[in-house]
């Protein structure tokens, strides 16, 4: 673990992989579509600028995320040239920051681009976001997006530079009804948009990129998840490319003891022994994202599979271990040891969270070393 960090708990992230990753996704859209990756929250928790770079150098041409100081760091430390998208709100009385970084923003709704009409001083590209199903942004109707139009028309500083929504269920080929219904909408609210060709045009996440049969890519496709790794069984059979996970989770053995039978194990009354036990603690806790509830999906130690036992710490937990480990063994939470593996997926899925509510809640008290 390179300094500052002293302690032996560390995220592995393979930047091969993730370069392997988007060239096969750029393969798959083809060269006339645009890869947007999206690297909002800390690229999912992957580690915003070297997903970014790496993302970059293997074909993405955008880059997406969510706030207006993801876009500025990006624009000082390495994308000088690239065009970035927010995808989410930026008050309007940041404009100007936004115009002078050259960072294309989103216009959330008809109310923000009135307000924007009025303060905006210096030009600034937008796309505008088209809500047609998932409400949360977006103009809502054909009569909202006339009126942005028309507002547009008459104010040359204001850019509309695109236009795009996002998908609810792109994720779910079970029952595609509502994502049907969402494109067949986009569809219709697209009719009304002036110079279309001129415009950048996009709607697929990497749910939608992948397992649909439309391939709904217009001119540009915006993917996250993608970027570092394949989806949960049953979708991973769908995947029409080969994406590889790219990122494991590790600690170490910290101290090592056997306990009565009776005893308590952490925090309150969750875990008593019911016969002399061999116990480990480790050097992870919710502190750095490791929360109750990745809880069942245990740890691997020398290529076998421990239960956590007892109520999670802020900065450690334990383990139960079938006999006595040397202080320093490696311990697993995601990735492989020997045959085993814990995916991410299978973590995420044992938790009944998305995976990428896993990893970007894993702390930045963890670090991630990229190879
Ligand atoms: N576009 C928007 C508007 C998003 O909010 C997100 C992420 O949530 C994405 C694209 C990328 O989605 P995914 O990670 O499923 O590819």
Redesign the pocket.
């Known amino acids: 673990i390179p300094p500052p960090y002293l302690r032996p708990t560390w995220i592995d992230i393979d930047l091969d992989l993730v370069r392997i990753n988007v060239q096969n996704l750029k393969k798959y859209i083809g060269d006339n579509v645009h890869l947007?990756a999206?690297v909002?929250a800390n690229a999912?928790g992957y580690g915003i600028m070297e997903i970014a770079r790496t993302s970059l150098s293997a074909g993405a041409t955008w880059i997406?995320v969510?706030t207006l100081d993801e876009a500025l760091v990006l624009r000082r430390e390495i994308a000088k040239h690239i065009p970035i998208l927010v995808?989410?709100y930026v008050p309007v009385e940041h404009l100007s920051r936004a115009s002078e970084a050259n960072v294309t923003i989103?216009g959330i709704s008809l109310e923000w681009l009135q307000e924007a009409d009025q303060a905006i001083e210096q030009p600034v590209d937008f796309h505008l976001?088209i809500d047609t199903g998932?409400n949360?942004?977006g103009c809502r109707t054909e009569d909202e997006v006339k009126k942005v139009i028309d507002i547009v028309s008459r104010n040359p500083k204001l850019r509309f530079t695109g236009a795009?929504t996002?998908f609810a269920t792109?994720?779910d080929l079970t029952n595609r009804t509502y994502f049907l219904r969402q494109l067949s909408r986009f569809k219709q609210f697209l009719e009304i948009i002036p110079n279309r060709s001129e415009k950048l045009i996009?709607c697929?996440?990497?749910?939608?990129?992948l397992y649909h049969d439309e391939k709904p890519f217009y001119n540009m496709v915006?993917?996250?998840?993608?970027?570092t790794g394949p989806p949960n069984e049953p979708l991973k059979a769908f995947l029409p490319i080969t994406l590889q996970s790219v990122i494991s989770l590790h600690s170490v053995l910290s101290l090592v003891k056997e306990v009565e039978a009776g005893e308590k194990i952490g925090y309150a009354d969750t875990y008593t022994t019911t016969k002399k036990q061999w116990i480990g603690t480790v050097p992870i806790g919710y502190g750095d994202g490791w929360h109750q509830n990745l809880k069942p999906t245990g740890v691997l130690v020398e290529g076998q599979r421990m239960e956590i036992v007892g109520r999670i710490s802020m900065d450690q937990l334990m383990v139960g271990l079938d006999r006595e480990y040397p202080v320093g063994t490696r311990v697993t939470f995601i990735g492989q040891q020997g045959n085993m593996t814990i995916t991410g997926d299978e973590v995420a899925s044992a938790a009944k969270i998305p995976r990428?509510e896993v990893f970007s809640a894993i702390s930045s008290r963890v670090p991630r070393i990229y190879k």
Do not use: I, Q
């Not at 915006?222 to 970027?227: S, V, W």
């Open positions: 947007m999206v909002k999912y997406g969510a995808l989410g989103t976001k998932m949360r942004l795009f996002h792109s994720e996009h697929s996440n990497s749910g939608a990129t915006r993917c996250g998840k993608a970027l990428s």
